[in-house]
């Protein structure tokens, strides 16, 4: 397995700026316990359940970031680089933005979101 650098890494989110710097996604699965009176193994089984996604991203601020908290149906794109490698695309739902304002640095915005549906993955 190859080593790849995020310098080409890129998210495409309907109404954020092109000024994005990092983002993140989760990929969760429940676990439904199975466990029974019956089980004489004392240990407990458990089945697959539900799968969901979520993640965040962080850019640098701009007036031109339209996303607000609450804006759904919004279709983001995830990719490792450009077109080389990993690519997630989804729907969304904005859970959350902050604004962080230093002394000496450049102000930056961070988004939540949680995902809607499937994930598709392509390579």
Known sequence: MAE???VDGRVVFTGASTYINTWTLN????????TNFDDSSGSRT?????????????C????GNTLVPGSTGTTI???TSSGITGVWT????????????????????SYSF???GTLATST
Do not use: N
């Open 4 to 6: 790849i650098s995020g």
């Open 27 to 34: 990929l969760v699965g429940d676990a439904l316990e199975t």
């Open 46 to 58: 458990y089945i697959s359940g539900l799968r969901g996604w979520s993640g965040s991203f962080d």
């Open 60 to 63: 640098f601020y701009s007036t």
């Open 77 to 79: 794109v995830l990719g």
């Open 90 to 109: 989804g729907t969304a739902v904005v859970t959350g933005m902050d604004v962080t304002t230093p002394r000496d640095g450049l102000v930056t915005q």
């Open 114 to 116: 949680q995902g809607s």
